[in-house]
């Protein structure tokens, strides 16, 4: 990636549905070539794909959660993430380092449907021995923005 491309990723992060014509005007590039450049960004993996970012609260999902799980062993995991991946009300699921295995951020509408997607959907899969819930209260920082490093955005 060299510095045109890491402009075009930092302003697509933020303006998502800014024209090629725009792109180009501020990469002192034609909107033809812009586009080529993004497509080779989506080819090469950098650029995973577009989407809208909704208020998930305008949506009826009011409860945020962080779900920790722990598996009986490693010969589980399949299990587990093909169920994960199911599931619309899981956003998130990293693979963590401590005394959980995975770390699942959820979203539902009311404590009810939490604890079904805990009691049920989660701990129903085999292999689950544990699992630690936490609600959000209240959020003060998300986002989909992903900093690139200091080195290719000043370059």
Same mark, same amino acid.
């Given at each position: 990636m060299d510095a045109i491309d890491s402009m075009l990723v930092e302003v697509l992060q933020v303006r998502g549905r800014e024209s090629w014509a725009k792109l180009g005007e501020a990469a002192n590039l034609t909107g033809p070539a812009v586009a080529e450049r993004v497509r080779?960004?989506?080819?090469?993996?950098?650029?995973?794909?577009?989407?809208a970012l909704v208020d998930p609260e305008a949506l009826g999902a009011n409860l945020t959660a962080f779900v920790s799980v722990t598996l009986e062993g490693a010969d589980h995991r399949a299990a587990f993430l %093909?169920?994960?991946? $199911?599931?619309?009300?899981?956003?998130e699921c990293h693979h963590v380092t401590g005394d959980d295995d995975y770390l699942l951020k959820v979203r539902c509408r009311t404590t009810r449907d939490l604890d079904r997607l805990i009691s049920r959907d989660i701990k129903g899969v085999r292999g689950v021995?544990?699992?630690?819930?936490?609600? %959000?209260?209240?959020? $003060?920082k998300e986002t989909a923005r992903v900093a690139l490093p200091r080195e290719a955005a000043a370059s």
């Open positions: 080779r960004l989506e080819d090469d993996g950098v650029i995973r794909g577009f989407c %093909a169920r994960v991946q $199911a599931l619309g009300e899981v956003q021995t544990r699992t630690r819930t936490t609600i %959000a209260l209240a959020t $003060a």
